[in-house]
């Protein structure tokens, strides 16, 4: 059911019943579970599209953009609206590889229900596992669909055991599968006992009695559904003690309510390719899946109280904008509207910016195609046209009823590439083509590094970063050149001088410059309880001149040149670090002694202390905590050797182990992808800066200079 809004404001009954007739959901599972063919087929059958894409083909709805189509995965989280018996679902196919999940972190943030898809050969797979806690953060109600049923090997019982076990929630299953693998046909409804067929897979389906061959293990399931929904339901368990069985209507109401709570996740099966099962899914998500006005409020700051806003569309009007996206015919802000109504042209307040933005245009969205439309309800997902700062977390509401809504959590960035403009004339564009990719991707993060002078784009991951480079590429039309960023290494003495005497004398013409000074340096030790070092210098200075030979400002002035003698050791030109400096004697000029003469002397002096002691370089490295399965233990502690890693620590936890190593941060580069090869995509691992230490010969001896 689509209301038409564009002639007049509907009354707040009708606004109210249509509301629970929307449904916003998201298709959620790990890569090719087949997430985006259910998506497809969602559209067919509900009459949105009138041919059925294939990613195969490239010619999907949802997977719209070019890099999507080239590597068959999809990327991009997509909005679509569909209508089916007199609901409107707005459906938002999420991306389903780990490099992604900020994608998937921000698309749930505003949604009210979720489909998890699940492969029926492979069962629950890390990133459906991932996707799955990330529900359970935003506590997003969700029922199961076990795809690829005509697949070899399909079992749909395993694929329920990996739920149960990987997942812990209560599987409660409600179809059987009518044959196996290629001869899978249709299923069995266990609410209704009766079953579903489609003999071709291209029309709907034929409804029938349940199969003789399979009756029994019909019935069989159906009471295993009924005591499983008994347990955790009061109600049902009522009717149940009573009638030793759960009415039809009783077992529905409990599974919503099961459902809608979190207790328990119904299961259904099907094939998304074969165009089989797809309309009980729809079924049940209108069925169990909540609506706008089922969820809690939202729940926002105004000034330093806490508000909250049912989704009351005569309420005031505040909206989350969860995605930014910049097309070529201009900017488009993906609103969720949690309260109140929104009219083309009406101004809104983004309230962390404190600015006043306007409404041009609201589009119904339809992947990358859009329809107009003149208001915005609560409950809508909708595309405007008009705000020019708003970002992916901003809150718009009405300027009289300001409210701030939590934004959705970002991650921090694993990994980094250097990117530059490969011709002068690209070099200008560069910058602001970076500042569209992160204002469009809050993931990503450019920076420029002080030291080097690159800029560094760091991601989620390195196809993370691929498809990044590769939209600056094709979408801005820019030459750019990615490769390591340089890693930012020090240097430090071993061993130190003493006693080294350095008298800085110019004359030439006028007042000359005078300084004399002695000075000792050593290696600075760590205090015994102090935080590693992140990148700044450790350096101490002292004096232990008697006798004013050396007057106070002088020394002052000696210290000063020493520090600026830091920025460029002996060994590549890089900073110093770890040194104490202590001035144990000096002598001065009554008429050519300045603080300029004292600071160059300074920092020539220290210059040549370094050069004449022992130095060693230092490499930035990091503690690296890998959670891998217990089968891959051997190949990551294996990789992390060849990597120079040193293990401190392996912890054993329910079939995993967590490894704690400290690695140069130069060996890290390709990490991700590595490690996801070793453990078949089942590793995560997290980094933090450990500090410095001194890098082998053969590192030294490759070490680039500034």
């Not at 901003?394 to 980094?416: F, G, H, K």
């Not at 480079?469 to 750019?480: C, I, N, T």
């Given at each position: 059911?689509?209301?038409?809004f564009?002639?007049?404001?509907?009354?707040?009954?009708?606004?109210?019943h249509?509301l629970s007739?929307?449904?916003n959901?998201?298709?959620?599972?790990?890569?090719?579970?087949?997430k985006t063919?259910?998506?497809?087929?969602?559209?067919?059958?509900?009459?949105t599209?009138?041919?059925?894409?294939e990613v195969h083909?490239?010619?999907t709805?949802?997977?719209?953009?070019?890099?999507?189509?080239?590597r068959?995965?999809t990327i991009f989280?997509a909005?679509?609206s569909?209508?089916w018996?007199?609901?409107?679902?707005?459906?938002?196919?999420?991306p389903?590889?780990v490099?992604?999940s900020?994608e998937?972190?921000r698309?749930?943030r505003?949604?009210?229900?979720?489909i998890?898809?699940?492969?029926?050969?492979a069962?629950?797979?890390?990133?459906?596992?991932?996707?799955?806690?990330?529900c359970?953060?935003?506590?997003?109600?969700r029922?199961?669909?076990?795809n690829?049923?005509?697949?070899?090997?399909?079992d749909?019982?395993?694929?329920v055991?990996?739920?149960?076990?990987?997942?812990?929630p209560?599987p409660?299953v409600v179809?059987?599968?009518i044959g196996?693998?290629d001869?899978?046909?249709?299923?069995?409804d266990?609410l209704?006992m009766?079953?579903?067929?489609?003999?071709d897979?291209?029309?709907?389906?034929?409804?029938?009695?349940v199969?003789?061959?399979?009756?029994?293990?019909?019935?069989?399931r159906?009471r295993?559904?009924?005591?499983?929904v008994?347990?955790?339901h009061?109600?049902?368990l009522?009717?149940?003690?009573?009638?030793?069985?759960?009415?039809?209507p009783t077992?529905?109401?409990?599974?919503?309510?099961l459902?809608?709570g979190g207790?328990g996740?119904?299961v259904?099966?099907?094939s998304?390719y074969?165009n089989?099962g797809?309309?009980?899914?729809?079924d049940?998500?209108v069925a169990?899946?909540?609506?706008?006005?089922d969820?809690?409020?939202?729940?926002?700051t105004?000034?330093?109280?806490v508000e909250?806003?049912a989704?009351d569309?005569?309420?005031?009007f505040?909206?989350l904008?969860?995605k930014v996206?910049?097309?070529?015919?201009?900017r488009?802000?993906y609103?969720?509207v949690?309260s109140?109504?929104?009219d083309?042209?009406e101004?809104?307040?983004?309230v962390g910016?404190?600015r006043?933005?306007?409404?041009?245009?609201i589009?119904?969205?339809q992947?990358d195609?859009?329809?107009?439309v003149?208001r915005?309800?609560?409950?809508?997902i909708v595309?405007?046209?008009g705000?020019?700062a708003a970002?992916a977390?901003a809150?718009?509401c009405?300027?009289?009823a300001?409210?701030?809504?939590?934004?959705?959590?970002v991650?921090d960035?694993?990994v980094s590439?250097?990117v530059?403009a490969?011709?002068?004339a690209?070099?200008?564009?560069?910058?602001?083509a970076?500042?569209?990719?992160v204002e469009?991707d809050?993931?990503?993060v450019?920076?420029?590094?002080?030291?080097t002078?690159q800029t560094?784009?760091?991601?989620?991951?390195?196809?993370h970063l691929?498809v990044a480079?590769e939209?600056l590429?094709?979408a801005q039309?820019?030459?750019?050149?990615?490769g390591?960023?340089?890693?930012?290494?020090?240097?430090?003495v071993?061993r130190?001088?003493?006693?080294?005497?350095?008298?800085?004398?110019k004359?030439?013409?006028?007042?000359?410059?005078f300084?004399?000074?002695v000075?000792?340096t050593?290696?600075l030790e760590?205090?015994?309880?102090?935080?590693p070092?992140?990148g700044?210098?450790?350096?101490?200075f002292?004096?232990?001149?008697v006798?004013?030979?050396v007057?106070?400002?002088?020394?002052?002035?000696v210290?000063?040149?020493?520090r600026?003698?830091?920025?460029e050791?002996?060994?590549?030109?890089?900073?110093v670090?770890?040194v104490?400096v202590?001035?144990?004697?000096?002598?001065?000029?009554?008429k050519?002694s300045s603080?300029?003469a004292?600071?160059?002397a300074?920092r020539?002096?220290?210059?040549?202390?370094?050069?004449?002691?022992?130095?060693?370089?230092?490499?930035?490295?990091?503690?690296?905590?890998?959670t891998?399965p217990?089968?891959?233990?051997?190949?990551?502690l294996?990789?992390l050797?060849a990597?120079?890693?040193?293990?401190?620590?392996?912890?054993?936890?329910a079939g995993?182990?967590?490894i704690?190593?400290t690695?140069?941060?130069?060996?890290?580069?390709?990490?991700?992808?590595?490690?996801r090869s070793r453990?078949q995509?089942?590793?995560?691992?997290?980094t933090r800066?450990?500090?410095?230490?001194?890098?082998p010969d053969?590192v030294t001896?490759?070490?680039?200079a500034?």
């Amino acid at each position: 059911m689509r209301t038409d809004f564009t002639r007049h404001r509907p009354s707040a009954t009708a606004l109210a019943h249509s509301l629970s007739g929307v449904r916003n959901l998201g298709i959620l599972a790990h890569v090719d579970a087949g997430k985006t063919t259910v998506t497809e087929r969602i559209l067919y059958l509900t009459g949105t599209t009138h041919k059925r894409g294939e990613v195969h083909d490239g010619t999907t709805v949802t997977d719209f953009d070019s890099q999507e189509r080239d590597r068959g995965i999809t990327i991009f989280a997509a909005a679509v609206s569909c209508a089916w018996d007199g609901h409107r679902i707005n459906l938002i196919d999420t991306p389903g590889h780990v490099d992604f999940s900020d994608e998937v972190e921000r698309s749930l943030r505003v949604l009210d229900g979720a489909i998890a898809v699940f492969d029926a050969v492979a069962g629950v797979e890390p990133q459906s596992e991932s996707v799955w806690r990330q529900c359970d953060r935003h506590g997003v109600p969700r029922i199961a669909f076990v795809n690829k049923m005509d697949r070899a090997g399909a079992d749909l019982d395993a694929a329920v055991e990996s739920i149960r076990e990987r997942l812990h929630p209560a599987p409660l299953v409600v179809q059987v599968p009518i044959g196996t693998e290629d001869g899978f046909t249709g299923v069995v409804d266990l609410l209704r006992m009766r079953a579903l067929v489609w003999p071709d897979g291209h029309g709907t389906y034929e409804e029938g009695p349940v199969p003789d061959a399979l009756r029994q293990e019909a019935l069989r399931r159906r009471r295993l559904l009924e005591e499983a929904v008994a347990e955790l339901h009061p109600g049902a368990l009522e009717e149940f003690c009573v009638e030793s069985a759960l009415s039809t209507p009783t077992l529905a109401a409990a599974l919503r309510e099961l459902t809608r709570g979190g207790e328990g996740v119904v299961v259904l099966c099907g094939s998304a390719y074969r165009n089989r099962g797809i309309e009980p899914l729809l079924d049940a998500a209108v069925a169990y899946l909540p609506s706008p006005l089922d969820v809690p409020a939202v729940r926002g700051t105004r000034g330093e109280a806490v508000e909250e806003r049912a989704a009351d569309p005569t309420g005031p009007f505040a909206a989350l904008v969860f995605k930014v996206s910049a097309t070529a015919t201009g900017r488009l802000t993906y609103l969720r509207v949690y309260s109140g109504t929104v009219d083309k042209g009406e101004a809104v307040l983004d309230v962390g910016a404190r600015r006043t933005e306007r409404i041009g245009r609201i589009l119904r969205v339809q992947a990358d195609r859009h329809s107009e439309v003149d208001r915005a309800v609560a409950g809508d997902i909708v595309a405007v046209v008009g705000p020019k700062a708003a970002r992916a977390g901003a809150t718009l509401c009405a300027p009289s009823a300001p409210l701030l809504l939590e934004a959705p959590t970002v991650a921090d960035p694993v990994v980094s590439v250097a990117v530059e403009a490969r011709g002068r004339a690209d070099a200008d564009r560069l910058s602001t083509a970076l500042a569209r990719l992160v204002e469009e991707d809050p993931s990503l993060v450019v920076r420029t590094d002080s030291e080097t002078g690159q800029t560094v784009l760091s991601g989620m991951g390195e196809l993370h970063l691929e498809v990044a480079v590769e939209k600056l590429r094709r979408a801005q039309g820019l030459d750019v050149a990615v490769g390591r960023p340089r890693v930012a290494y020090r240097e430090t003495v071993v061993r130190g001088v003493s006693g080294l005497v350095y008298r800085h004398v110019k004359q030439d013409g006028g007042a000359g410059q005078f300084a004399h000074v002695v000075l000792d340096t050593e290696p600075l030790e760590a205090e015994p309880d102090a935080a590693p070092a992140t990148g700044g210098t450790a350096f101490a200075f002292r004096s232990t001149v008697v006798g004013g030979r050396v007057p106070q400002e002088y020394v002052r002035a000696v210290e000063a040149g020493c520090r600026d003698a830091l920025a460029e050791g002996p060994l590549g030109g890089h900073p110093v670090t770890g040194v104490r400096v202590t001035l144990t004697d000096g002598a001065t000029h009554p008429k050519d002694s300045s603080e300029m003469a004292f600071r160059t002397a300074g920092r020539l002096a220290l210059r040549e202390a370094l050069r004449a002691g022992t130095m060693v370089l230092l490499e930035p490295v990091a503690e690296v905590t890998a959670t891998v399965p217990e089968d891959a233990v051997g190949a990551v502690l294996g990789d992390l050797a060849a990597r120079r890693g040193r293990v401190s620590g392996t912890v054993a936890r329910a079939g995993t182990a967590v490894i704690t190593a400290t690695v140069p941060l130069a060996e890290l580069f390709g990490y991700a992808t590595r490690l996801r090869s070793r453990t078949q995509g089942r590793g995560t691992f997290t980094t933090r800066p450990a500090g410095y230490a001194p890098a082998p010969d053969a590192v030294t001896a490759g070490a680039p200079a500034r």
